[in-house]
């Protein structure tokens, strides 16, 4: 009926190939992110959800 297509490469099994790309994808994508001021940073924020109680 049909033929078996093996897309192993060198003995790798392919969602591990995967998986690592998609790590290093992701990865990456974290390290590029421009940096935010945000209201729990020493940026002088007027408060917000993360300021202790007093």
């Not at 033929?3 to 992701?26: H, K, R, W």
């Amino acid at each position: 009926m049909g033929e078996l297509i093996d897309l192993n490469v060198g003995g790798f099994p392919l969602q591990l190939i995967s998986g690592l790309m998609c790590t290093a994808a992701l990865g990456l994508y974290a390290l590029l992110q421009p940096t935010s001021d945000d209201d729990d940073s020493n940026g002088g924020g007027g408060g917000g959800l993360m300021q202790p109680v007093a």
